[in-house]
């Protein structure tokens, strides 16, 4: 996933702002390497984290009736 800025004195700064923001979606291991020029995008930076998944997986034939 990549970030694009324009100034690196700006972006550097909203790093914590970025990482607050996913602890607070419930984000685990939040990892933003330094910003660095890039042909296509002008500056970009590597952006990982994981993001739990809240998905409750039912069986076709597992539906409640009343019987």
């Given at each position: 996933?990549?970030?694009?800025?324009?100034?690196?004195?700006?972006?550097?700064?909203?790093?914590n702002?970025?990482?607050?923001?996913?602890?607070?979606?419930?984000?685990?291991?939040?990892?933003?390497?330094?910003?660095?020029p890039?042909?296509?995008f002008?500056?970009?930076?590597?952006?990982s984290?994981?993001?739990?998944?809240?998905?409750?997986?039912?069986?076709?034939?597992?539906?409640?009736?009343?019987?």
């Amino acid at each position: 996933m990549f970030y694009q800025g324009c100034r690196n004195k700006v972006s550097d700064n909203a790093v914590n702002f970025i990482e607050s923001f996913h602890r607070r979606c419930g984000d685990k291991e939040f990892k933003c390497s330094s910003w660095c020029p890039y042909d296509k995008f002008g500056h970009v930076c590597d952006v990982s984290f994981q993001h739990p998944i809240k998905i409750c997986f039912v069986g076709y034939r597992d539906t409640t009736r009343d019987q």
